[in-house]
């Protein structure tokens, strides 16, 4: 009987009591997907317009690739001012300050698939 007492608790509690409403984003707008194939010469991978949302995926399971968000030349190696995505990696900005400048790539090995969502 004490068994039926709590789950009987617990289901007053669960429907009839005030719920705890979590805030959920009005902002519908449609995102974009394209696939970039990044090789070991820097390229454009997103050019620049104003986003509400930036996502870059690396798809490869062994290359590296490493992107500037600020229009200036990556290089192939982890340096300050890049961001560095491992294989089966990804970065996304959902919210704040989402950049809008030309996204620049290079990757650690030729015909890496980047997929970027904006």
Not at 47 to 74: F, V, W
Request: hydrophobic share 40%; charged share 10%.
């Amino acid at each position: 009987m004490r068994f039926l007492r709590l789950t009987t608790a617990a289901l007053v509690a669960a429907f009839l009591l005030p719920q705890t409403s979590w805030a959920q984003s009005t902002d519908t707008h449609s995102l974009t997907s394209h696939g970039v194939t990044v090789g070991t010469s820097s390229g454009t991978a997103s050019n620049p317009n104003p986003r509400k949302h930036l996502e870059l995926l690396n798809q490869s399971t062994t290359a590296t690739i490493y992107c500037t968000i600020d229009g200036s030349t990556p290089v192939a190696a982890a340096t300050a001012n890049q961001i560095t995505i491992p294989p089966l990696g990804g970065i996304a900005w959902a919210e704040g300050t989402i950049p809008a400048n030309k996204v620049t790539c290079i990757a650690s090995a030729a015909s890496t698939p980047l997929t970027v969502l904006e």
